[in-house]
Antibody
Framework: QVQLQESGPGLVKPSETLSLTCAVS??????????WSWIRQPPGKGLEWIGY???????KYNPSLKSRVTISVDTSKSQFSLKLRSVTAADTAVYYC????????????WGQGTQVTVSS | QSALTQPASVSGSPGQSITISCTGT?????????VSWYQHHPGKAPKLLIY???KRPSGVSNRFSGSKTGNTASLTISGLQAEDEADYYC???????????FGGGTKLTVL
């Protein structure tokens, strides 16, 4: 059974960088059939796909966040990471990591999510 | 890349059936049979219920079913149970040059 677990600071100051890591167990981030994704849910709003990374390192980002986002992968540690720069209160959200099966076009495994609040 | 439109809330009594709609555009729901649905109990990991509009992964109850007409996809839950009370999200593929798009979510209350 694949499991994903997000970790990182729950509080980030405005203008700083939000950094989260997703540890993958029961499966490998080197698997060639998946996009390793970050998704977020601001309070009272729906889900927003931030972007994804393929095991090779290729990425795709949401155009609305592209200038501030970097997703990276560490296959040796079986984890992938999110960095969101120059955060504001609008970046306050629950952040989820998830595995996207691009052959079937669905998210088959998700983490439980981690709350990140942007506040001074 | 606009979010898909879902009703904010729906409700039903145990044993009844409810349907949640998910309306997109010709660029997403209307163009691809690649709509998925997720059940989310707060504090837990979202769970895949339906993929490719109407297919169920193994282990998902057949009380959950999906369909699509034009730009609108639907999730139907029959024989409502208390444990079905959760948030439900749809997601649609929107082409190879963009990420998929989610709905705003629907809160299901079992009365």
């Amino acid at each position: 059974q694949v499991q994903l677990q997000e970790s990182g600071p729950g509080l980030v100051k405005p203008s700083e960088t939000l950094s989260l890591t997703c540890a993958v167990s029961g499966g490998s981030v080197s698997s060639g059939s998946y996009y390793w994704s970050w998704i977020r849910q601001p309070p009272g709003k729906g889900l927003e796909w931030i972007g994804y990374i393929y095991y090779s390192g290729s990425t795709k980002y949401n155009p609305s966040l592209k200038s501030r986002v970097t997703i990276s992968v560490d296959t040796s540690k079986s984890q992938f990471s999110l960095k969101l720069r120059s955060v504001t209160a609008a970046d306050t959200a629950v952040y989820y990591c998830a595995r996207y099966d691009y052959g079937e076009d669905y998210f088959d495994y998700w983490g439980q999510g981690t709350q990140v609040t942007v506040s001074s | 890349q606009s979010a898909l439109t879902q009703p904010a809330s729906v409700s039903g009594s145990p044993g009844q059936s409810i349907t949640i709609s998910c309306t997109g555009t010709d660029s997403d729901v209307g163009s691809y049979n690649l709509v998925s649905w997720y059940q989310h109990h707060p504090g837990k990991a979202p769970k895949l219920l339906i993929y490719e509009v109407s297919k169920r992964p193994s282990g998902v109850s057949n009380r959950f079913s999906g369909s699509k007409t034009g730009n609108t996809a639907s999730l139907t839950i029959s024989g409502l149970q208390a444990e079905d009370e959760a948030d439900y999200y749809c997601c649609s593929y929107a082409g190879s040059n963009t990420l998929g798009v989610f709905g705003g979510g629907t809160k299901l209350t079992v009365l």
